[in-house]
């Protein structure tokens, strides 16, 4: 396994801040948001420089009841080969349930959300894992995911199914301390004893990022400066392995670029800390296994079952539709934090439509947010973002309390201009399909 060192988490905003930090060994870029024919100036000239770049994957859903997308697969190794890059890394998480296995709409959660530690919910991941291990062309890497919510009649703790995942497939770990902290506070889980339970020979690296707690709950927001608690496990945990990189993340809220070099110095403080720890007990340093030798472990899985992926799609399906569209609370959830990250979830989507189509908060003011948070709470997302983006504006301008004027004249040539047919489309069904929106707006 390669050494990283430190990096930080590459974003457009601060790229230029970024290329001109000292000490950034490697940078990690959202999977997603890169095009591999059309790679980021920025991003091609840290890797002329030798800087590793590491993609990381936020839509598969491994977690999730359904077995991997094909064309996500394929995207994400595409990526992988453009970047030039020695490992992947995706999250232990579902993010969309329904289906042909529950024979009811898919919803889209545009978050990731924690599976159910239970026996059918890792036997479906591991097989997951497998499946993207053999698509992809570098070792993968998963991480564990910050919750807000606990699922009722969990078998293990966290440290326990993370265990078994690493050892049944030889999946790489990343380590994400800012989530240990995050489940400290909401389910009241110890990190320490997380870390304890995890096999940290299967480390591939370390997410450092920051939060907000309110009324109780933290939420992992990274757009706030890494808290004292999340840099003492960062130091437990180093006291333990010597972590092969270590990255802060941060995608909101961006500050001065000396500000994040403050904050990549105390994360190598914490770090040496903890390596200091380690050397006046005399604890020797987990050797740190190759993929070849980790894989060797999964050779005597068998492959799911279709009932046991067929009761997690049903769990899935039942809270994320409480989450998105409003229906009855499943049974042993806790009503009100199901409330906190459904309203958490209604917000991100805003942001993120927000930022897929900057033209809506600037067409609507002061509209845009309070409109598009009723329009969630009554719509489930289907698609990815920007269809999203174009479905909120089709609702928005058949809702009469949006008054005749610029914003609707403007909204209404948004909309048009990028709902239209194909352009490989035959001139008269184009004409018959434009006509027929024209019709659909003026209702």
């Not at 000239?45 to 839509?59: A, D, I, Q």
């Not at 009722?152 to 050892?167: I, K, N, S, V």
């Not at 959830?333 to 993120?352: C, I, S």
Request: negative net charge.
């Amino acid at each position: 396994m390669k050494r990283l060192g430190t990096g930080i988490g590459w974003r457009p905003e601060i790229a230029d801040a970024v290329e001109r930090m000292p000490g950034i060994d490697w940078v990690e870029v959202v999977a997603e948001n890169v095009c591999p024919g059309h790679l980021p100036n920025s991003l091609l000239r840290l890797r002329e420089r030798g800087v590793t770049v590491v993609p990381h994957g936020v839509s598969l859903g491994l977690g999730g009841a359904d077995r991997p997308d094909e064309g996500r697969l394929t995207a994400l190794a595409e990526r992988v080969q453009a970047l030039g890059s020695p490992l992947v890394t995706e999250h232990i998480a579902f993010v969309r349930a329904g289906g042909p296995l529950t024979a009811s709409p898919r919803l889209e959660a545009g978050h990731l959300l924690p599976v159910p530690r239970t026996r059918d919910a890792l036997d479906v991941l591991c097989e997951n894992v497998r499946i993207a291990q053999d698509a992809l062309p570098v070792p993968l890497a998963v991480e564990n995911i910050a919750a807000l919510i606990s699922w009722p009649g969990e078998e293990m703790t966290e440290g326990q199914f993370l265990y078994e995942l690493a050892d049944r497939t030889g999946v790489r770990l990343l380590i994400d301390v800012a989530n240990l902290h995050t489940n400290h506070v909401n389910r009241a889980e110890d990190p320490a004893k997380a870390l304890a339970e995890l096999p940290l020979e299967a480390l591939a690296y370390v997410h450092v990022a920051g939060g907000f707690e309110r009324d109780g709950v933290w939420h992992d927001s990274h757009a706030h400066p890494v808290p004292r608690p999340v840099l003492d496990i960062l130091t437990d945990l180093a006291s333990r392995v010597l972590p092969p990189g270590v990255l802060l993340e941060r995608d909101e809220n961006f500050p001065e670029p000396t500000e994040l070099e403050r904050e990549l110095a105390s994360i190598r403080e914490a770090v040496a800390t903890g390596r200091a720890e380690a050397e006046a007990d005399l604890q020797p340093t987990p050797r740190l296994a190759e993929a070849d030798d980790r894989a060797s472990a999964a050779s005597h899985t068998t492959s799911v079952t279709d009932p046991a992926r067929q009761r997690l799609a049903l769990a899935q399906a039942a809270l994320l539709s409480a989450l998105v569209a409003g229906t009855p609370v499943p049974e042993g959830f806790d009503r009100v934090r199901v409330g906190v990250q459904a309203r958490a979830l209604a917000g991100k989507r805003a942001d993120v439509v927000a930022k897929v189509a900057p033209e809506l908060p600037e067409i609507l003011g002061e509209r845009y947010r309070p409109a598009f948070l009723s329009y969630a709470h009554r719509h489930p997302m289907t698609g990815g973002y920007r269809q999203d983006a174009l479905d909120f504006a089709e609702r928005t301008l058949g809702d009469e309390r949006l008054p005749e004027g610029r914003a609707r004249r403007e909204l209404r040539e948004w909309w048009l201009e990028r709902s239209g047919p194909s352009p490989h489309a035959p001139r008269p069904a184009a004409r018959l399909a434009r006509a027929t929106r024209r019709v659909l707006l003026r209702r």
